[in-house]
């Protein structure tokens, strides 16, 4: 399954990078201009990752050991917080509709583990999760400070996590998982020109269910490339 | 100005609330644990209590007159019928069997044995296993587990009891029992893989009530209403661990049970 999913990402970024070359290969040969280009960079909420709680669900429920509640009584679990999403994207106008481009983000969540006894903090759970997203954005509405867009990305992500064994308040040892990074926006909106603001509802996936960000666009100059 | 400041804060509790994936734990109490092991230990004790009671019920029963056997047995066993069969006892529907020896276990030098041959999760775990019963004196009895079948690999207890009837006759508990002496358990449990060794001491003599629970009068357990016990804690995985706590009954009745636990050098009041 991963290795089908990195065929698939490395296909796309080949295919983005093709058709990036293809468009510079004809601008260049018609001497005209460069192609249309933005870099993002956004903060998503609850970005999907790869420590979903179901996956550590127990069906047969069962009633955990007198050791295991003893030991879990010892410690206890602060607050999950995450970052968010934080991305950074680079994308470039293939045509008036569609823009090609891949995006790196960096998800992290964390706890503190406390001692019952203490009230102190004897540990930390954490997780770092990186993606590499290529996405094709389809503008559907395209004005000259207003576009209306959806996207769709595919690639693959790595999750670093760092558990914490309660049942025995040690430190488990830290893993990595791979998976593959998804991201589905049905609804974007840019605002603005050079300097836009953006913000994606609709969403599901790596990038989180709500994105917003800013960017900026370079348009080049006509008069310029054609003198 | 004020419409900013508003959208501001707004924004700033939106997102700070969303970086909250989810809430931590319920801040336990510092003793929590080892009120915990003092509970399982209860269990532990209470179980033994309930085997001993049926064993003197029993002889209460075989030694009534003929013309009030119903009536004791209506209120001691209204769940079961008792049945004889080669020198053992045993209540239907339950795999609690009781072998008695020539005396009654009223009468000091008299040894019975009661086997409770299968584990029960009905209140809460009890399990296999096998119990003699000594006379001692009026009223004082001396429980010890005297083989290793069953749960008995796992428990070792001692302990010295004296009785006083029930006279509440809606109850089918037979002594209240104060219970002085020591043992040591590995818990029971739905899981296999306990690595604890809990040991207990009943410094102070402590006295053991019996509380219905259900629908009905004919199920009860033991609940400590006063008296104090030391407990201390291994594990089998980790040598490091000993950990020690006590626990001091300050008052009891049927609705309410004030304890002090001591535990890590804290203590704290539970009910």
Redesign the interface.
Known sequence: MFKKTLMLAIAVTIFAELANGQVRYWNSNRGKQLPEAEVRISHGLLPLTYDFEFLDFHWDLQTPSVTDQYYGLQTYRGNLYSTGALSMGHSIKVAKWLEMGATLSYVGSFRNIYASETNEIIDRETSRSFFFTPTLRFAWFNREWVRMYSSVGLGVGLMIKHPCNQSNGNSSEPYIEWGPSIQLTGFGISVGKRLFWFSEVQTIGTLGVFTMGVGLRVVPDKRRWQR | MKARNFIFMMLVAITAN?????????????T??GR??WD?TTQVISNNLFAADLTLKLDLWMSALEEEKNQIEDRFFPDNKIRYSAGVWNLTGTPIYIYPDDKSIHTPGAKWKILFAEPSFEYHPLPSFHLLIECTGELTWRVSNYDNEGYNENMNLDLDLTGRRVETPTSAAGYIYTVAGEGDYI?F???T????IISYTISSEMTFYPQTYGYYSSKYIYRPYSGDCSLT?N?SR?SAINDKILVEILSGSPTRIVYNITY?G?TETWD
Do not use: F, M, Q
């Not at chain 2, 969303?18 to 510092?30: A, H, M, Q, Y």
């Open positions: 969303s970086c909250i994936l989810e809430d931590g734990d319920r801040v336990p109490k510092k929590e644990a915990h092991i399982i818990p449990g739905y899981s893989t306990e690595s604890l804690v594990d980790n890590k804290v």
